[in-house]
């Protein structure tokens, strides 16, 4: 099963990397464990912290009329 969302801000790309997360069951100490950073770190990616690369970044995706999106692959529970 695929899910499927626009990327509009860093709000809702971290609202779309939580539903990943917690589609895979892990919790936020997990996921950091897992790439090697602080759970913090993934607190402040989902919470759509400001900084100054993402502010750009979707500066530089609304100026261009860029659309970005993002899809989570969820693993049915049939296997």
Do not use: C
């Not at 790309?13 to 100490?29: F, H, P």
């Not at 919470?47 to 750009?56: A, E, L, N, T, Y």
């Amino acid at each position: 099963m695929h899910y499927t969302g626009k990327v509009t801000s860093p709000e809702s790309l971290g609202r779309i990397l939580q539903q990943a997360r917690l589609l895979n069951g892990w919790s936020q100490r997990e996921l950091a464990a897992r790439i090697g950073t602080t759970q913090r770190y993934i607190w402040e990616i989902e919470s759509g912290k400001p900084s100054i690369f993402v502010d750009r970044l979707f500066a530089v995706l609304r100026e261009t009329g860029t659309e970005l999106s993002a899809t989570i692959r969820a693993e049915d529970s049939d296997g």
